[in-house]
């Protein structure tokens, strides 16, 4: 035998003794000899197993009542697997008795169901919270502690009024096992709201400030948008915090909150007090540094940022050591990380306080310079290593730099192939003592193409539209069979198709992107295919005249390069494109020659920057811009014709049939009669090719204000544009093409003659032209402007940031005009408008949205606001 079994069975042995030894009388109990036990009411367990624990057996001899009866059943209570337990004495002869055990088993819970919460992954939780799984004792314990858990629960949230109720049904079946099935019924109520905070013992600071300390608990205020004043105890801790930092910001480093109450006021609101003792305000004294090698104390200095006499500021002082909410800051620790030095160790420390100064020594362990031994990269299921690899800022080898990790995390999120959000850098096998590291980026694949499929009615008639959008296309892979899936991707390339058509037009266009020509630099190659052609329609009747048409075929060439000054967010574009506008019989109020020609060959030159944060679709930092210039030839510098002096020549005078020359009335020339010129031969020779110049600026920058919740932060965007088209020759003019069209949804529809759509919400699509100078009505939609300026706000939420979909909230007030010569622009007289949308991005369709706008000023022309307008996004930039 074991030395342990012999333990067991000599601790058992005494405990008989013990137990046998310690059998007393209560209450004038009388002995008596065990006779039969008989246990009853059991179900799972056998009798002989009950009789045995109970340590009871016939011949024993027991007082009843005894102490021995009571222990029994406090052996058995404690158990917990009955919920009634009582002894009886069945018979007795002489000073025999016979005793029956009456026992009620706990139930077990075959299923349990949870009403009042919608969410399956909440009921789910709070069952695996609370152990409710079958098989599991149903104890008035166990629904005790469940409703109390599951109140306290939501009333930690806010939810002060809810109720829980459990209900048990049994089970009636032919086996005799003894289940219930539960029902927890929960009602949450609604949220209690903060009616009033109230401050006790600030001198220093005021209520007012110390409540905007608090980010996440607010006071109930009818005109409060971006905060709820519902309460929450995990935000209510957070913001004691922020109050405690308020005050070490203005100098108080004692500062306490001494204590909180919560005051029910009403089943609906609840009042907060919270009393503060704020010490007395500190200055800074001196700061050294200490272990400090690689950088001097006067670099260091200047990089804290703080110096003697400052008001001691906690807050700021934690953050220029070491920000850990951003980690690419401008701190000591990052200064050190950004130069290799992953290892070091920064702590601050008071080293003296005398009145109201306080001293402080930065100690400083500089440690090995770090270096990245392994870099990978694993999650991408689709996209081949090389695409990633070419955009990771830490190769094997090189110096850690806490910059260029953060840089590669931005880098993979931009690719658009991956979630954003959940690109991960893990740092493995870290060796202080080497000086190394691995590193291993995580990705998650996310939908790279995408289908516009759409029909609507709108311009006279169905809209159809079928887009393809491969952003992630293999080219190389388009000869292997293996590789559709269903078609080549992996090498990071864009093909686009999309065709469009209703009854008075048809547009189709082909275009392809290698982000990196050559595979070694940063150089892309993007070329472009469209055709377009429209037929003149009449709105009046609703009907497309086939006889009379405008073609228009496109071809484009562009080459980019990212630069590396004055940084590596710039690129370089440039691009050669050519157009080519049939007009058949195509006579209207802008080409005044309807049977003709124009050709239009561009050389455009891009300049941009974009620093944006992580997640492109949701930016929350950094900014863009982008200046474009684009131009043509100048040929009337070589020509030789004189543009002015075109209605003086016969070629370009009003002729009849047979060739004579008519008057200003289009009769046949007669003595003292001037010929005319023919408006249309005239246009026509000036804009056989299109001269022109234009040159486009817009910006936009991205500032989070503050976080709101678990969800996100609350970003503000502001934007700029501004569009000039410009003529090399007065006399030749600025051709009919190429002009900038304000107003609405910024969707450039079927037209694909050079002109661009610029959004401004509030407004009917194309609607903000600039008005006839004669006349002082508003000019048609096909005259357009030739310049333009726009300025934008708009705070944006996110809702969820999940692959399968980024959907956020937006609220906008935005302003622009435009205009037909310098002479009339105002940059202050702008069209007015505000309102807000819902965005929605989805790997397989891109972007869609819907804004709601109100326009504060008239439509050119118009006397009265133009009022409300529904814009619905599809594909526009994010």
Same mark, same amino acid.
């Given at each position: 035998?074991?030395?342990?079994?012999?333990?067991?069975?000599?601790?058992?042995?005494?405990?008989?003794?013990?137990?046998?030894?310690?059998?007393?009388?209560?209450?004038?109990?009388?002995?008596?000899?065990?006779?039969?036990?008989?246990?009853?009411?059991?179900?799972?367990?056998?009798?002989?197993?009950?009789? /045995?624990?109970?340590?009871?057996?016939?011949?024993?001899?027991?007082?009843?009542?005894?102490?021995?009866?009571?222990?029994?059943?406090?052996? *058995?209570?404690?158990?917990?697997?009955?919920?009634?337990?009582?002894?009886?004495?069945?018979?007795?002869?002489?000073?025999?008795?016979?005793?029956?055990? !009456?026992?009620?088993?706990?139930?077990?819970?075959?299923?349990?169901?949870?009403?009042?919460?919608?969410?399956?992954?909440?009921?789910?939780?709070?069952?695996?919270?609370?152990?409710?799984?079958?098989?599991?004792?149903?104890? !008035?314990?166990?629904?005790?502690?469940?409703?109390?858990?599951?109140? @306290?629960?939501?009333?930690?949230?806010?939810?002060?009024?809810?109720?829980?109720?459990?209900?048990?049904?049994?089970?009636?079946?032919?086996?005799?096992?003894?289940?219930?099935?539960?029902?927890?019924?929960?009602?949450?109520?609604?949220?209690?709201?903060?009616?009033?905070?109230?401050?006790?013992?600030?001198?220093?600071?005021?209520?007012?400030? *110390?409540?905007?300390?608090?980010?996440?608990?607010?006071?109930?205020?009818?005109?409060?948008?971006?905060?709820?004043?519902?309460?929450?105890?995990?935000?209510?801790?957070?913001?004691?915090?922020?109050?405690?930092?308020?005050?070490?910001?203005?100098?108080?480093?004692?500062?306490?909150?001494?204590?909180?109450?919560?005051?029910?006021?009403? $089943?609906?609101?609840?009042?907060?007090?919270?009393?503060?003792?704020?010490?007395?305000?500190?200055?800074?004294? @001196?700061?050294?540094?200490?272990?400090?090698?690689?950088?001097?104390?006067?670099?260091?200095?200047?990089?804290?940022?703080?110096?003697?006499?400052?008001?001691?500021?906690?807050?700021?002082?934690?953050?220029?050591?070491?920000? !850990?909410?951003?980690?690419?800051?401008?701190?000591?620790?990052?200064?050190?990380?950004?130069?290799?030095?992953?290892?070091?160790?920064?702590?601050?420390?008071?080293?003296?306080?005398?009145?109201?100064?306080?001293?402080?020594?930065?100690?400083?362990?500089?440690?090995?310079?770090?270096?990245?031994?392994?870099?990978?990269?694993?999650?991408?299921?689709?996209?081949?290593?090389?695409?990633?690899?070419?955009?990771?800022?830490?190769?094997?080898?090189?110096?850690?730099?806490?910059?260029?990790?953060?840089?590669?995390?931005?880098?993979?999120?931009?690719?658009?192939?991956?979630?954003?959000? @959940?690109?991960?850098?893990?740092?493995?096998?870290?060796?202080?003592?080497?000086?190394?590291?691995d590193m291993e980026y995580a990705v998650v694949e996310a939908g790279a193409s995408q289908i516009e499929l759409q029909g609507g009615y709108g311009g006279g008639g169905f809209i159809g539209t079928l887009g393809l959008s491969f952003n992630n296309f293999s080219l190389a892979g388009i000869f292997d069979k293996e590789a559709y899936r269903p078609i080549p991707m992996g090498d990071g390339q864009k093909l686009s198709l999309r065709a469009q058509a209703s009854i008075?037009?048809?547009?189709?266009?082909?275009?392809?992107?290698?982000?990196?020509?050559?595979?070694?630099?940063?150089?892309?190659?993007?070329?472009?295919?469209?055709?377009?052609?429209?037929?003149?329609?009449?709105?009046?009747?609703?009907?497309?005249?086939?006889?009379?048409?405008?073609?228009?075929?496109?071809?484009?060439?562009?080459?980019?390069?990212?630069?590396?000054?004055?940084?590596?967010?710039?690129?370089?574009?440039?691009?050669?494109?050519?157009?080519?506008?049939?007009?058949?019989?195509?006579?209207?109020?802008?080409?005044?020659?309807?049977?003709?020609?124009?050709?239009?060959?561009?050389?455009?030159?891009?300049?941009?920057? @974009?620093?944006?944060?992580?997640?492109?679709?949701? $930016?929350?930092?950094?900014?863009?811009?982008?200046?474009? /210039?684009?131009?043509?030839? $100048?040929?009337?510098?070589?020509?030789?014709?004189?543009?002015?002096?075109?209605?003086?020549?016969?070629?370009?005078?009003?002729?009849? !049939?047979?060739?004579?020359?008519?008057?200003?009335?289009?009769?046949?020339?007669?003595?003292?009669?001037?010929?005319?010129?023919?408006?249309?031969?005239?246009?026509?020779?000036?804009?056989?090719?299109?001269?022109?110049?234009?040159?486009?600026?817009?910006?936009?920058?991205?500032?989070?204000?503050?976080?709101?919740?678990?969800?996100?932060?609350?970003?503000?965007?502001?934007?700029?544009?501004?569009?000039?088209?410009?003529?090399?020759?007065?006399?030749?003019?600025?051709?009919?093409?190429?002009?900038?069209?304000?107003?609405?949804?910024?969707?450039?529809?079927?037209?694909?003659?050079?002109?661009?759509?610029?959004?401004?919400?509030?407004?009917?699509?194309?609607?903000?032209?600039?008005?006839?100078?004669?006349?002082?009505?508003? /000019?048609?939609?096909?005259?357009? /402007?030739?310049?333009?300026?726009?300025?934008?706000?708009?705070?944006?939420?996110?809702?969820?940031?999940?692959?399968?979909?980024?959907?956020?909230?937006?609220?906008?007030?935005?302003?622009?005009?435009?205009?037909?010569?310098?002479?009339?622009?105002?940059?202050?007289?702008?069209?007015?408008?505000?309102?807000?949308?819902?965005?929605?991005?989805?790997?397989?369709?891109?972007?869609?949205?819907?804004?709601?706008?109100?326009?504060?000023?008239?439509? $050119?022309?118009?006397?009265?606001?133009?009022?409300?307008?529904?814009?619905?996004?599809?594909?526009?930039?994010?």
């Amino acid at each position: 035998m074991s030395k342990k079994f012999l333990s067991l069975l000599a601790f058992c042995f005494l405990y008989t003794l013990t137990f046998q030894a310690q059998d007393l009388p209560l209450g004038g109990g009388i002995k008596y000899t065990i006779g039969k036990i008989e246990v009853t009411g059991t179900v799972s367990y056998n009798e002989q197993t009950v009789i /045995a624990y109970t340590g009871l057996k016939p011949g024993d001899e027991i007082f009843i009542p005894g102490d021995k009866i009571s222990k029994v059943l406090k052996k *058995l209570w404690d158990l917990g697997l009955f919920s009634d337990i009582n002894f009886y004495v069945t018979n007795i002869e002489g000073n025999v008795a016979d005793l029956e055990l !009456e026992i009620q088993e706990v139930p077990e819970l075959a299923e349990v169901r949870i009403q009042g919460i919608k969410k399956k992954s909440t009921q789910e939780e709070l069952i695996k919270e609370n152990s409710l799984t079958p098989g599991s004792k149903v104890t !008035e314990n166990l629904t005790t502690t469940t409703k109390n858990y599951i109140e @306290n629960k939501y009333k930690k949230d806010g939810y002060f009024n809810t109720k829980v109720v459990i209900n048990t049904t049994q089970i009636v079946d032919t086996t005799g096992t003894n289940k219930v099935n539960m029902v927890v019924n929960v009602d949450r109520g609604e949220k209690v709201k903060v009616g009033n905070i109230e401050f006790i013992g600030n001198e220093e600071l005021s209520d007012s400030k *110390l409540k905007g300390a608090m980010s996440n608990t607010k006071e109930k205020n009818f005109f409060r948008v971006w905060k709820r004043s519902k309460f929450n105890s995990d935000d209510f801790e957070a913001d004691k915090v922020g109050i405690v930092n308020k005050y070490k910001e203005k100098g108080f480093r004692d500062a306490r909150i001494v204590s909180d109450s919560l005051i029910i006021e009403d $089943p609906k609101t609840v009042a907060l007090q919270i009393q503060v003792e704020e010490g007395n305000k500190h200055y800074i004294g @001196n700061i050294d540094f200490v272990g400090n090698v690689v950088y001097s104390d006067d670099l260091l200095t200047r990089a804290l940022g703080i110096s003697k006499g400052d008001v001691y500021n906690g807050v700021l002082l934690e953050k220029r050591i070491s920000d !850990e909410s951003k980690p690419d800051s401008q701190d000591i620790a990052n200064l050190y990380k950004n130069n290799g030095y992953l290892f070091a160790q920064i702590n601050t420390v008071e080293t003296k306080v005398y009145n109201d100064t306080i001293d402080f020594e930065i100690r400083i362990v500089e440690g090995k310079e770090a270096y990245f031994n392994k870099i990978s990269v694993v999650g991408n299921t689709k996209t081949k290593d090389h695409v990633i690899y070419r955009e990771l800022r830490t190769k094997p080898g090189q110096k850690y730099s806490q910059e260029n990790v953060v840089r590669t995390i931005r880098e993979i999120g931009q690719l658009g192939f991956f979630d954003a959000e @959940n690109v991960q850098p893990n740092f493995q096998n870290v060796d202080p003592n080497s000086g190394t590291l691995d590193m291993e980026y995580a990705v998650v694949e996310a939908g790279a193409s995408q289908i516009e499929l759409q029909g609507g009615y709108g311009g006279g008639g169905f809209i159809g539209t079928l887009g393809l959008s491969f952003n992630n296309f293999s080219l190389a892979g388009i000869f292997d069979k293996e590789a559709y899936r269903p078609i080549p991707m992996g090498d990071g390339q864009k093909l686009s198709l999309r065709a469009q058509a209703s009854i008075y037009y048809q547009t189709y266009s082909l275009s392809f992107v290698e982000p990196w020509l050559g595979g070694k630099k940063p150089q892309s190659l993007s070329t472009s295919f469209s055709y377009t052609r429209q037929f003149l329609f009449d709105p009046r009747t609703r009907r497309a005249d086939r006889s009379r048409s405008f073609d228009i075929l496109g071809v484009n060439v562009g080459l980019a390069k990212r630069l590396q000054w004055p940084d590596d967010y710039f690129t370089l574009s440039q691009s050669l494109g050519f157009q080519r506008y049939d007009l058949n019989n195509y006579n209207t109020g802008l080409f005044t020659f309807g049977d003709g020609f124009s050709n239009n060959l561009t050389y455009t030159l891009g300049l941009s920057r @974009n620093s944006k944060g992580l997640n492109p679709i949701f $930016p929350t930092v950094g900014s863009e811009f982008n200046f474009i /210039a684009k131009f043509t030839p $100048p040929y009337s510098l070589w020509n030789g014709i004189d543009y002015n002096d075109l209605e003086n020549q016969r070629a370009f005078q009003l002729e009849d !049939e047979n060739g004579n020359l008519l008057n200003s009335d289009g009769l046949r020339l007669r003595p003292g009669d001037e010929a005319v010129g023919d408006q249309g031969k005239i246009d026509q020779e000036k804009f056989k090719w299109l001269e022109f110049y234009k040159i486009k600026f817009d910006a936009a920058w991205y500032t989070t204000l503050f976080n709101i919740g678990p969800k996100g932060p609350l970003v503000l965007k502001t934007g700029m544009e501004y569009g000039f088209l410009g003529a090399y020759n007065n006399e030749r003019g600025i051709p009919p093409f190429e002009r900038f069209y304000l107003g609405g949804d910024g969707l450039g529809a079927f037209s694909l003659d050079g002109r661009e759509s610029i959004a401004l919400r509030g407004y009917p699509n194309q609607s903000l032209v600039p008005l006839d100078r004669t006349s002082f009505s508003q /000019a048609t939609n096909e005259d357009g /402007a030739v310049i333009y300026n726009k300025y934008s706000l708009e705070l944006r939420y996110p809702i969820t940031l999940k692959p399968a979909a980024s959907i956020y909230g937006l609220m906008f007030i935005e302003g622009g005009a435009s205009y037909d010569n310098f002479r009339d622009f105002n940059p202050f007289q702008l069209n007015r408008s505000a309102g807000a949308g819902l965005r929605v991005f989805m790997p397989q369709f891109g972007l869609l949205g819907i804004d709601f706008g109100y326009g504060f000023d008239p439509i $050119p022309g118009g006397t009265s606001p133009n009022g409300w307008e529904t814009h619905f996004i599809i594909g526009q930039q994010f």
